[in-house]
T-cell receptor, first 111, second 112 residues
Framework: TQLLEQSPQFLSIQEGENLTVYCNSS?????LQWYRQEPGEGPVLLVT?????EVKKLKRLTFQFGDARKDSSLHITAAQPGDTGLYLC???????????FGTGTSLTVIP | DTEVTQTPKHLVMGMTNKKSLKCEQH?????MYWYKQKAKKPPELMFV???????INESVPSRFSPECPNSSLLNLHLHALQPEDSALYLC???????????FGPGTRLTVT
């Protein structure tokens, strides 16, 4: 059983389209991180969200942490081919310091 | 500096070989991790070191042997691996266990 479920698992879109990736759990997290990973490379940390309801923007990427700190979303505006990669949410459950990864979303942006 | 370095970048080894993967960070982080990752799947946790002591071993076969010589270094010793062990091996570190993790570029391991 995965503690963090991501949807969709795979996403293929045209350049210029918008998309949203979801990360859901039944557990409360003290914080959640979002990573992007390109093939053959390590995951790169994009953002950490800590406060329930928090919204953070990173250029065309908008990250939101749910009010109850059980879920998060990543919205990309006007996707570009350089956004292609595996997107992973991750975090430590509120009750301990075990770190969990989401199931992953593989994004392909077609030029 | 948020850099975690890993060597080698690529490794091809036979099933009877002994090799080691190396990881280094100079961020003063007290937790370090080894992960195994298959293509388009999330990383799978193998080992966690906290303050240079092994705190989690996720039922990993004994052909994988971790070592933490000091707070900046983490090794993974490999012996008698199987072809199904071929994967990307990632090292990560964090300030404390449970904090946001920073990853190295990985070692692409192929077992022939």
């Amino acid at each position: 059983t995965q503690l963090l479920e991501q949807s969709p698992q795979f996403l293929s879109i045209q350049e210029g389209e918008n998309l949203t990736v979801y990360c859901n759990s039944s557990s409360v997290f003290s914080s959640l991180q979002w990573y992007r990973q390109e093939p053959g490379e390590g995951p790169v940390l994009l953002v950490t969200v800590v406060t329930g309801g928090e919204v953070k923007k990173l250029k065309r990427l908008t990250f939101q942490f749910g009010d109850a700190r059980k879920d998060s979303s990543l919205h990309i505006t006007a996707a570009q081919p350089g956004d292609t990669g595996l997107y992973l949410c991750a975090g430590a459950e509120n009750t301990g310091n075990q770190f969990y990864f989401g199931t992953g979303t593989s994004l392909t942006v077609i030029p | 500096d948020t850099e975690v370095t890993q060597t080698p970048k690529h490794l091809v080894m036979g099933m009877t070989n002994k090799k080691s993967l190396k990881c280094e960070q100079h961020m003063g982080h007290r937790a370090m991790y080894w992960y195994k990752q298959k293509a388009k799947k999330p990383p799978e946790l193998m080992f966690v070191y906290s303050y240079e002591k092994l705190s989690i071993n996720e039922s990993v076969p004994s052909r994988f042997s971790p070592e933490c010589p000091n707070s900046s270094l983490l090794n993974l010793h490999l012996h008698a691996l199987q072809p199904e062990d071929s994967a990307l091996y990632l090292c990560a570190s964090s300030q404390e266990r449970g904090d946001e993790q920073y990853f190295g570029p990985g070692t692409r391991l192929t077992v022939t």
